[in-house]
């Protein structure tokens, strides 16, 4: 258990100061592009892999491409129509649009979120409404610190009227349509499974919270905070206690 406890604190520290010192320091947009693309790429590995490992990996892996997929696609409609999300606008700091419109990185970032809120909410809910609907709440919740945060990061903006931190309310209502339909899709592949699945597939989710929440704090978007600090200690809580119980059940 001290094992874990020390990587988790060593992930959080080394993490959170990747988040700052890329304010502090910024780096050229070409070069930013490429890092920021392979730290997300890096971000997202351990949901995937849990996921293959929870449900086998040739189910894990038409349900990571099929969540990639309706990412681009959504993603791609939202920004030709600006439904759900209203109407925004990406910066030059994102980088290897397809069809000079939809980012990349938003599969590596969309889908790691979908498969961590589920989780969640199946360690909580066995009705599947209840699970889509708390996962739908918690995915909501996350982008309450991710959207604020980028745009912060003048990684992209809106127009329109705001609602929090220069965000239109019509993109948190955008990502309940977004997020039960992702939910939706990836219990199709998930329903079936039985015992559960180790909450290290979490992980991922994890490392976004604090990253973002990191920003989001040294921005002061102080909202986005007391969103983000309490929903990264209920995960760490979730690991700790899975830990705690693995060692007694050893014994």
């Known amino acids: 258990m001290l094992k874990k406890i020390l990587f988790l604190i060593t992930l959080t520290f080394f993490v959170s100061f990747a988040a700052y010192t890329s304010i502090l320091f910024p780096l050229p947009a070409d070069i930013y592009q490429i890092v920021s693309t392979?730290?997300?790429?890096?971000?997202s590995l351990p949901s995937?892999?849990?996921l293959s490992k929870s449900i086998g990996l040739r189910k894990g892996v038409i349900a990571i491409s099929l969540l990639f997929l309706f990412a681009l696609s959504f993603e791609y409609f939202a920004i030709k129509t600006g439904f759900p999300y209203g109407h925004f606008t990406y910066s030059d700091r994102i980088g290897f649009l397809l069809f000079d419109t939809v980012p990349l990185f938003v599969s590596f970032a969309w889908t790691p979120l979908i498969i961590g809120s589920l989780f969640l909410a199946k360690m909580f809910q066995r009705n599947l409404v209840m699970i889509l609907l708390l996962s739908t709440i918690l995915l909501v919740l996350a982008d309450f610190i991710l959207d604020p945060g980028a745009v912060a990061l003048t990684y992209w903006?809106?127009?329109g009227i705001f609602f929090l931190y220069s965000v239109p309310l019509s993109n948190f209502l955008g990502w309940i349509l977004s997020g039960f339909m992702g939910s939706a899709l990836l219990t199709l592949?998930?329903?079936d499974k039985q015992?559960?699945?180790s909450p290290w597939i979490l992980l991922s989710l994890y490392i976004m919270l604090v990253y973002w929440t990191t920003i989001?704090?040294?921005f002061q978007l102080w909202i986005s905070v007391l969103i983000g600090i309490p929903f990264i200690f209920f995960l760490l809580y979730l690991f700790l206690e899975n830990s705690t119980k693995a060692k007694k059940s050893a014994l």
Request: charged letters at 10%; glycine letters at 0%; proline letters at 5%.
């Open 195 to 197: 015992e559960a699945p």
């Open 157 to 159: 903006s809106y127009s």
């Open 216 to 218: 989001t704090i040294t």
């Open 38 to 43: 392979i730290a997300l790429v890096l971000f």
């Open 48 to 50: 995937f892999y849990f």
């Open 189 to 191: 592949f998930t329903r």
